[in-house]
């Protein structure tokens, strides 16, 4: 799964430490889920997307793989 969170924390100015702590996780947390190598709980993904004011799929984009 692509997603963009990395996107949406520097259009805010915010740090990976600033996130990490708005949605209650740590900052490796915030660094696997940007690197892709981490797919959030939905609770996660509900919490980082309405701090970005965006829907979850805005910020994560689902792809099928073959």
Known sequence: MKNKVEEY?????????DLASIVGVSRQTIISIEKGKYNPSILLAFKIANHFGKSIEEIFIYEEEN
């Open 9 to 17: 924390r520097k259009l805010l100015g915010e740090k990976q430490e």
